[in-house]
């Protein structure tokens, strides 16, 4: 509960109509897209400027609330999930692209603007945002800038981090500042910009942001290839990239992935087979063709048992849709999907595929795995109930180890789904305590009260790492 | 407002009735969001979309919150368009969780005494009974041509009405007499060569207020080759009931239903309007908890199809010319054909094969226009911002034909173009009127 005077002093800020603290508010933005992690907030705010994010801002640090900004909610990592309390800040009407800069190539936006919309605003004008996370439909750009997405076209082109040329952001005491600029070269100080991006909202509130443009390529292509052998498309992902080829798309997805996309999407997904490469490659035609031609060479040299060349834009438009709605569609084979987000180099791809499915089998569980190939980074999604805590356990037992063994061939616990409430208790795995104790280091010097997105990022407790017997 | 003693009673039921299983299915991905008009035209309110409302309904379940005055009006405010539906990769049967939640709530709330007296007498008193619902339309046929319309038009005794009811008064379609309305047939025969034999649900309101567009309906389906039976002993469809938390009256309908057609050997029951459509292949899951029942409703509901569909299955757009004058035509989605009974496509593709006319798609066809049953009357001001939207939209096509398939949009249509003063400019009107027009004219 807010203290009264808390309370008063923040709908002076913003008004009335745009604080809300009824229960069916507040439950509303107790949760986000990971499973399992529920809290609610004291009450939910909505600015409508940087100004009245900074009257916030103090009057919060004043009084020690915490603060958790929030987009669409659609983040998989507990990062938005108000675990103590406090309040959500939403971006709803702070949502306007504020200028396309087709001199610079840069737009700049409010964090409020849905990553999609502002993806077709800059395309309108022959410009190209390439991060594109699979919720940005309805994902926000300050979401995506503060959980660092992903998506499709990383291999490529990047993350969002790549994008971000400048950020303003209001500190947890009022001050406002601005990193970066629209500059091709800026060495002016620390790269907070940088620093900013994927931050989770543990460190300040991004209220503007520019970010990079590129020109549209003239041309996408896209293909499937189809295995009867996991490891056998898993080895081909390296094998494009060892020879030199860098497709925008290059995603994986296994048999049990392809059945419960295909009940939904019902767009002729090949289900009869054990696994499928959807790549994808733009820019100029001769290169598209010659690249595409080179590629399906290699996968049939690595066992494909057919490519399929996709006929038009809207085919190619339907197998990309399908993919993004992977991991909501796995929640069709039981109620509750936890999935990782393990990041390997390339080469090791292989490795972790079959590691996935040794785990999977040595915890008697049903894990479907999709995701990123070509940027090492995978989604085994666990479906499950949450009702069933003995299989729950099985399935923390079994994450575990696979983030033991991402760590192991040189990888990481996250690629781009954040670290969050969920994989804080991981993180030490990954960083070491000094790598915590630098990044603490970095929290208190900005945030001295903990109110920014507490519990994120810095576990209370870290896991005991577990010994792998292999 | 509801007691707390009911909000206690609410609550257990919850418990009790709502499937766990459902709401769990909801993985709150939030795919759902950008489809849902309540959460856009609320400027993004969380407690206003899919998610929000299923995460409301999972908290009741699960004792966080009390079944309070919000979270009804969080339930009320949902048009049930499902739009939802088709985008939800995990498959989450809203409108099923939708149709429990409000069942629950009305059943275990004292509605104030108007409330009370206006549900008796619609959900009981008068859908359920064709004789009441020709006698209810008949007084209306009564006030239009008897002069009193006109009188009351005049005197401005509808300026006392709120706005859209005033409206409302004024695009109502001209209806047929006692008579007429009484006088139905029960078989045509196929004109074309049969190629199948349906059986025809006419609709309470479809049956008297748009009798012509059933005429109609029947004529094409006699040209493409369909010997239609039309069952008199069938009744209203329960949909309204559904939706409005009287569930019980609802599976009585259906079971009334069932047996009107079980015994008729055709290959479909057709339809002309998506909202009674949508409630009837859903009868499976209304009766799923009666064994007698669930077998038979699945039977009916597996034969039960849009017009359009099946017209498009026989090729009528290739064998029967149709030809209209040069026109610009645009096509709304109804949301219970297009989102449950999954009939999109068929439509346009009609639509496109008339001769003459110009087919422009309008962006967001497949959005709400706030008509959603009775919403438009009982939430009128959401409801006319979402038809705002889509006036605005549908004049960007420069359409002068505006073609639905379902008398409530048919009305909410024609209540848009009155709205914006363009009467005599665009004209709104039932896909089956407009194709049975096209074909005359051969």
């Known amino acids: 509960m807010l203290a009264n005077e ?27 897209a990971t499973p399992n992690f529920q809290s609610m907030p004291d009450a939910v705010i909505s600015p409508r400027n940087t100004t009245e994010v900074t009257e916030i801002l103090k009057v919060c640090n004043q009084h020690q609330v915490p603060i958790v900004p929030r987009g669409s909610g659609t983040n998989l990592c507990a990062g938005t999930c108000p675990t ?129 443009l590129i020109p549209m390529p003239e041309t996408k292509k896209t293909m499937l290839a189809l295995y009867q052998d996991l490891n056998a498309a898993a080895k081909s992902v390296s094998a494009i990239i060892a020879n030199k080829i860098i497709p925008t ?25 054990q696994a499928v490469l959807l790549i994808e490659q733009d820019g100029p035609p001769e290169v598209v063709e010659r690249d595409l031609i080179r590629m399906a ?117 996250t690629g781009e789904h954040g670290v969050g409430a969920m994989k804080a208790p991981y993180l030490e795995w990954k960083l070491k305590a000094e790598g915590i104790a630098a990044m603490k280091a970095i929290k208190l010097a900005f945030d001295p009260q903990n109110i920014m997105n507490p519990g994120k990022v810095f576990a209370k407790d870290s896991k005991k790492r577990v010994v792998i017997t292999r | 407002m509801t007691t707390i003693k009911e909000q206690e009673k609410i609550q257990e039921q919850f418990k009790e009735r709502m499937d766990e299983d459902e ?88 509605h104030s005494l108007p409330a009370r007296v206006v549900r008796k007498t619609v959900f009981q008193g008068l859908f359920p009974h064709p004789n009441r619902m020709r006698g209810a339309v008949g007084l209306l046929g009564f006030y239009q041509r008897s002069g009193i319309q006109t009188l009351a038009r005049k005197i401005g005794f509808l300026g006392l009405l709120p706005d859209s009811l005033a409206t409302m008064e004024k695009i109502l379609p001209k209806v047929p007499t006692m008579k007429e309305m009484k006088n139905r047939p029960d078989y045509l025969p196929a004109i074309a060569e049969k190629v199948h034999r349906v059986a025809f649900f006419s609709g309470c309101l479809m049956d008297t207020m748009f009798l012509k567009t059933n005429d109609a309906t029947m004529k094409l389906l006699q040209l493409a080759g369909c010997e239609v039976v039309i069952p008199e002993s069938q009744v209203c469809c329960g949909a309204l009931h559904g939706h409005s938390g009287e ?45 007698e029942w669930k077998g038979r409703a699945k039977t009916f509901a597996e034969k039960v199809k849009d017009i359009s569909e099946v017209l498009v299955a026989v090729d009528f757009h290739k064998k029967v010319k149709m030809e209209l004058p040069p026109q610009v035509i645009t096509y709304q989605d109804s949301c ?19 001769a003459g006319v110009k087919y422009k798609e309008m962006v967001d066809a497949d959005r709400c226009c706030g008509s959603a049953g009775i919403y438009n009357i009982v939430e009128s001001e959401m409801s006319m911002v979402m038809l705002d939207y889509k006036m605005k939209q ?13 008398p409530g949009c048919l009305l909410q249509m024609q209540l848009g173009i009155e709205r914006e003063g363009l009467s005599s400019k665009i004209r709104g009107v039932h896909i089956v009127d407009l194709l049975a027009q096209a074909v005359k004219q051969d």
């Not at chain 1, 808390?6 to 986000?32: C, G, H, M, P, W």
């Not at chain 1, 702070?94 to 603007?113: A, F, H, K, W, Y």
């Not at chain 1, 490519?307 to 849709?321: D, G």
């Not at chain 2, 004049?395 to 034909?401: L, N």
């Open chain 1, 249 to 273: 798309t290059l995603e994986f997805l296994d048999q049990p992935t392809l059945k419960v996309v295909e009940e939904f999407s019902q767009i002729g997904l090949p289900t009869n087979v």
């Open chain 2, 23 to 110: 709401l769990l299915n909801c993985m709150r991905c939030g795919f759902c969001l950008p489809t849902c008009p309540t959460y856009i035209e609320s400027g993004f309110k969380e407690s206003q979309s899919p998610r929000g409302r299923i995460a409301l309904m999972k908290a009741v379940v699960d004792g966080l919150i009390e079944p309070d005055a919000e979270f009804e009006r969080s339930l009320e405010l949902c048009l049930g368009c499902r739009a939802c539906e088709p985008v939800c990769p995990s498959g989450v049967n809203y409108g099923h969780l939708l149709e429990d939640a409000r069942d629950i709530i009305n059943q275990n709330k004292q």
């Open chain 1, 84 to 212: 103590e309390g406090g309040i959500v800040l939403l971006f709803k009407q702070m949502n306007r692209i504020l200028e396309i800069d087709e001199e610079n190539l840069t737009v700049t936006v409010q964090p409020g603007v849905i990553t999609l919309d502002m993806i077709n605003a800059v395309e309108k004008r022959g410009l190209f945002y390439p991060p594109d996370p699979s919720s940005m439909k309805i994902s926000t750009i300050g979401g995506n800038i503060n959980e660092n997405s992903g998506g499709l076209r990383g291999l490529k082109y990047g993350v969002t981090r790549d994008y971000v040329m400048a950020l303003e952001v209001v500190l947890p005491n009022g001050d406002v500042i601005r990193t970066g600029g629209k500059l091709a070269k800026d060495v002016a100080g620390y790269d907070l910009t940088r620093l900013f991006v994927g931050s989770e909202g543990t460190l300040g509130v991004i209220t503007e942001a520019t970010l990079k």
């Open chain 2, 394 to 406: 549908a004049k960007e096509t420069h359409a002068t034909t505006i073609v639905t398939a379902n």
């Open chain 1, 297 to 413: 060479e290699i996968c049939k040299q690595e066992q494909a048992v057919s490519i399929q060349i996709a006929a038009s834009e809207a085919e190619a438009e339907a197998l990309r849709t399908a993919r993004r709605a992977a991991l909501s569609a796995i929640a069709r084979l039981k109620p509750t999907t936890i999935l990782e987000d393990a990041t390997v180099p390339r080469s090791e791809i292989a490795k972790m595929v079959q590691a996935i499915n040794e785990i999977a089998e040595k915890y008697q569980l049903e894990i479907c795995t999709f995701g990123h190939a070509g940027d090492g980074n995978l989604h085994p999604t666990c479906a499950t109930d949450a009702r069933n805590h003995e299989e729950m356990e099985r399935v923390e037992q079994a994450f575990a180890e696979i983030f033991a063994k991402a760590i192991d061939l040189g990888g990481t616990i």
């Open chain 2, 247 to 291: 569930k019980q009256t609802a599976k009585e309908l259906a079971k009334k239903n069932i047996i009107a057609f079980e015994e008729l050997d055709v290959d479909f029951i057709i339809t002309n309007a998506g909202g009674c459509g949508a409630f009837l292949v859903d009868y499976d899951h209304l009766l799923q908890d009666d064994p």
């Open chain 1, 6 to 32: 808390v309370k008063e002093q923040l709908i002076a800020i913003v008004t009335k109509a745009n604080f809300d603290d009824s229960k069916t508010e507040r439950l509303v933005y107790s949760y986000d």
């Open chain 2, 336 to 354: 219970h054909l297009r989102n449950v009974m999954k009939t999109a496509a068929a439509p346009r593709v009609l639509l496109q094969a008339i």
